[in-house]
T-cell receptor, first 114, second 112 residues
Framework: GAGVSQSPSNKVTEKGKDVELRCDPISGHTALYWYRQSLGQGLEFLIYFQGNSAPDKSGLPSDRFSAERTGGSVSTLTIQRTQQEDSAVYLC????????????FGAGTRLSVL | SQKIEQNSEALNIQEGKTATLTCNYTNYSPAYLQWYRQDPGRGPVFLLLIRENEKEKRKERLKVTFDTTLKQSLFHITASQPADSATYLCALDDSSASKIIFGSGTRLSIRP
């Protein structure tokens, strides 16, 4: 597709369940980012992938959060044993490269943990 | 500590006036700074990028300034319209960590 695609757009889950959020970046973009945005707040950096380099996981809030990027394209963010404080919008972005470049965002996945 | 701060309050502007949004940063030395627009329920959309050696950049009704001495960027929308109502985010590169850091955004409302 022409833009960054995220799925699902909305996810409601029960506390303690695992969830997987998917991101399809723009074709050819080597850098991929995950952010979390709570209501009325800014973007909280979670993780980024750049080509075949080891990902920068410095923003992941706990070991319940993990992400993969298979084949340098699609990425999955997994949250295990979800907590109510995990409720937020999870945004994915891609760019041609990490440095000095514009990020293109998906519409996000709104996660609600009951 | 490192900080990037935007107008904490929402900004309400009369249509036709110039809206000015502020982005201040501390303990960063960015090579460039970006501004994004975010509408409710959507991801941010890139608007403008200004490099450290540029004082000002314009795009249609938008103007961005970058003062590395003051550690500040100003974002101006001239002849504002209700359709300009959105949240505006500034972002800068954290060259020490090779990633982009976003401010918390300023919500702008343009009233007819």
């Amino acid at each position: 597709g022409a833009g960054v695609s995220q799925s699902p757009s909305n996810k409601v889950t029960e506390k303690g369940k695992d969830v997987e959020l998917r991101c399809d970046p723009i074709s050819g973009h080597t850098a991929l980012y995950w952010y979390r945005q709570s209501l009325g707040q800014g973007l909280e950096f979670l993780i980024y992938f750049q080509g075949n380099s080891a990902p920068d996981k410095s923003g992941l809030p706990s070991d319940r959060f993990s992400a993969e990027r298979t084949g340098g394209s699609v990425s999955t963010l997994t949250i295990q044993r979800t907590q109510q404080e995990d409720s937020a919008v999870y945004l994915c972005a891609s760019s041609l490269r990490v440095e000095k470049n514009i990020q293109y965002f998906g519409a996000g996945t709104r996660l609600s943990v009951l | 500590s490192q900080k990037i701060e935007q107008n904490s309050e929402a900004l309400n502007i009369q249509e036709g006036k110039t809206a000015t949004l502020t982005c201040n940063y501390t303990n960063y030395s960015p090579a460039y700074l970006q501004w994004y627009r975010q509408d409710p329920g959507r991801g941010p959309v890139f608007l403008l990028l200004i490099r450290e050696n540029e004082k000002e950049k314009r795009k249609e009704r938008l103007k961005v300034t970058f003062d590395t001495t003051l550690k500040q960027s100003l974002f101006h929308i001239t002849a504002s319209q209700p359709a300009d109502s959105a949240t505006y985010l500034c972002a800068l590169d954290d060259s020490s960590a090779s990633k982009i850091i976003f401010g918390s955004g300023t919500r702008l409302s343009i009233r007819p």
